[in-house]
């Protein structure tokens, strides 16, 4: 059962580097144990959630780790996970709200405190029309935030309008080596040298809640 468990740990991990789950911007590395940037994250929240993983950078083996929710109503963690040089944090999704991740490392005599601020938000789809070319991806997104099925080998329109509620942030264009550009809505793009869209949209009812969904090339 043990194995088993660790499998589907590293399956959710290999999940989140792929989909990019989080921020896109890249953050300086700090040399002390803590959360990786950003402070604020915000989540979607389904029906049937599988957990999000958040990285603690710096932890050695022999450091001893606390992490706490403030609400667990909110959202709960279900599981760490060593992998690599980082600890992978699994949380939860129970409803909307707020709450604020807590971790403590304690490191000999020293003693180091991170946080993380984690929005929930429930499901919903954020797109009047997601066109790429002529294929309008809109109905893709009627229940989950991340799709396979971009068609697109060519120079395509990428052109994007969101429901009431939400507005673009910016769209990414990933490529296989996970490397990123950024470009404006109503641009053609040369879809050949990228494999995935990734849409950062913020609600307008609080700038702090910035989110993503995605549409990948088949795999």
Same mark, same amino acid.
């Given at each position: 059962?043990?194995?088993?468990?660790?499998?589907?740990?590293?399956?959710?991990?290999? &999940?989140?580097?792929?989909?990019?789950?989080?921020?896109?911007? &890249?953050?300086? &590395?700090?040399? $002390?144990?803590?959360?990786?940037?950003?402070?604020?994250?915000?989540?979607?929240?389904?029906?049937?959630?599988?957990?999000?993983?958040?990285?603690?950078?710096?932890?050695?083996?022999?450091?001893?780790?606390?992490?706490?929710?403030?609400?667990?109503?909110?959202?709960?963690?279900? $599981?760490?996970?060593?992998?690599?040089?980082?600890?992978?944090?699994?949380?939860?999704?129970?409803?909307?709200?707020?709450?604020?991740?807590?971790?403590?490392?304690?490191?000999?005599?020293?003693?180091? $405190?991170?946080?993380?601020?984690?929005?929930?938000?429930?499901?919903?789809?954020?797109?009047?029309?997601?066109?790429?070319? *002529?294929?309008?991806?809109?109905?893709?997104?009627?229940?989950?935030?991340?799709?396979?099925?971009?068609?697109?080998?060519?120079?395509?329109?990428?052109?994007?309008?969101?429901?009431?509620?939400?507005?673009?942030?910016?769209?990414?264009?990933?490529?296989?080596?996970?490397?990123?550009?950024?470009?404006?809505?109503?641009?053609?793009?040369?879809?050949? *040298?990228?494999?995935?869209?990734?849409?950062?949209?913020?609600?307008?009812?609080?700038?702090?809640?910035?989110?993503?969904?995605?549409? &990948?090339?088949?795999?």
């Amino acid at each position: 059962m043990k194995s088993i468990i660790k499998k589907l740990s590293l399956i959710a991990i290999a &999940a989140t580097l792929f989909w990019g789950i989080g921020s896109v911007k &890249a953050y300086a &590395a700090s040399a $002390k144990p803590g959360f990786v940037e950003p402070k604020t994250v915000s989540i979607w929240m389904y029906e049937d959630a599988e957990p999000t993983g958040y990285s603690i950078q710096n932890i050695k083996k022999t450091d001893k780790v606390k992490t706490s929710i403030s609400d667990k109503s909110v959202a709960e963690i279900c $599981k760490t996970e060593y992998y690599g040089d980082k600890l992978w944090i699994f949380i939860n999704p129970k409803k909307e709200g707020f709450c604020k991740i807590t971790c403590t490392v304690k490191r000999g005599k020293k003693t180091y $405190k991170s946080y993380k601020n984690l929005y929930v938000v429930k499901y919903t789809n954020p797109f009047k029309s997601f066109k790429v070319g *002529k294929n309008d991806y809109a109905s893709m997104f009627a229940t989950y935030s991340k799709m396979e099925g971009l068609s697109a080998s060519s120079k395509s329109k990428v052109a994007i309008k969101l429901k009431k509620g939400f507005k673009l942030e910016n769209i990414y264009l990933y490529d296989e080596n996970g490397n990123y550009t950024i470009y404006k809505n109503n641009k053609t793009i040369n879809m050949k *040298k990228y494999n995935r869209i990734c849409v950062g949209v913020l609600s307008t009812k609080n700038s702090s809640i910035r989110l993503f969904l995605n549409l &990948a090339k088949a795999r």
